[in-house]
């Protein structure tokens, strides 16, 4: 069964960092797409960073450019989120996740109804 485990979240203070991981297992995800996307209470479930399955070709949400760097090691089934300059506005629950395989593969893809597995979240607070 495939699985997708986020971890690294916290409590910090705006202008701090945390890398955020996902790691999976139960399946290759090695040839798919995967992204970074968050809710923060009473929201929906929005996009934050994507890549493709080389981790060569990156999307961004703009409210995350410039701070968030998203990366990949698939000889690790790791992929990652460097998260600096944290605002109180970046607090929210992440969840990675992953396309079918080879679908945004090539692309990086922002639309939730893109990902298939999905992990079941790390909390993120960014107090002010």
């Known amino acids: 069964q495939r699985q997708l485990v986020e971890s690294g979240g916290g409590l910090v203070q705006a202008g701090d960092s945390l890398r955020l991981s996902c790691v999976t297992s139960g399946g290759t995800f090695s040839s798919a797409g995967m992204g970074w996307f968050r809710q923060a209470p009473g929201k929906e479930r929005e996009f934050v960073a994507a890549?493709?399955?080389?981790?060569?070709?990156?999307r961004y949400a703009e409210s995350v450019k410039g701070r968030f760097t998203i990366s990949r090691d698939n000889a690790k089934n790791t992929m990652y989120l460097q998260m600096n300059s944290l605002k109180p506005e970046d607090t929210a629950d992440y969840y990675c996740?992953?396309?079918?395989?080879?679908?945004?593969?090539?692309?990086?893809?922002?639309?939730?109804?893109?990902?298939?597995?999905w992990g079941l979240g790390t909390q993120v607070t960014v107090s002010s």
């Open positions: 996740a992953a396309a079918g395989s080879y679908r945004c593969s090539g692309s990086p893809c922002d639309g939730l109804s893109e990902y298939v597995y």
């Open positions: 890549l493709n399955w080389s981790g060569h070709s990156t």
